[in-house]
Each structure stands twice: as C-alpha cells, then as structure tokens.
C-alpha cells in the first residue's frame, strides 16, 4: 500500500505529464515561447482566482521557482547547432 507521500508523488506525475502534454500541443500551434510562457502563468493565476490574491499567487510562483531551478541548473545546457 502506497503512503500519502508517494500518492501525493504520483498524483504530481499525473499533473506533470498532462501539463507537459499541454505545452507540446501550444509548441506545435505557436512557436512564440513568450506566448506559452505567459498562457502557462496566466493559468497559474487562473487556478487561484478567487480564492488568493495576485501577490500571494505571485509569492507560490517564485516559491516554486526557487525550488525547481537548482533541479534544471544540475543539467548540461543543450548544445547550440
């Protein structure tokens, strides 16, 4: 039997995958990385609406980003063909 971590875990690879599933299809209709960006936080915000103000939703993205760019900055960087 799994523990409320590892359902937690796997309920976060459920969202992760179908979230980059999303960004796949937006990749293929628009090739502005900005505009992807922008509709990705958009939803963020979206998500909270109503229920957080935009600075707190704000303060979870940067939470969020603190963690995560140590993950990504232990990768090599693509080459550049």
């Given at each position: 039997?799994?523990?409320p971590t590892e359902e937690n875990?796997?309920?976060?690879?459920?969202?992760?995958?179908?979230?980059?599933?999303?960004?796949?299809?937006m990749k293929s209709v628009n090739v502005k990385?900005?505009?992807i960006e922008l509709a990705l936080l958009v939803a963020v915000f979206e998500l909270h609406k109503g229920t957080l103000p935009p600075e707190t939703i704000g303060a979870i993205v940067q939470g969020h980003m603190k963690?995560?760019?140590?993950?990504?900055?232990t990768k090599a960087p693509p080459s550049q063909s």
């Open positions: 039997m799994a523990t875990f796997q309920a976060y690879k459920r969202a992760e995958k179908k979230a980059l599933e999303i960004v796949a299809q990385k900005t505009d963690q995560i760019i140590p993950f990504y900055g």
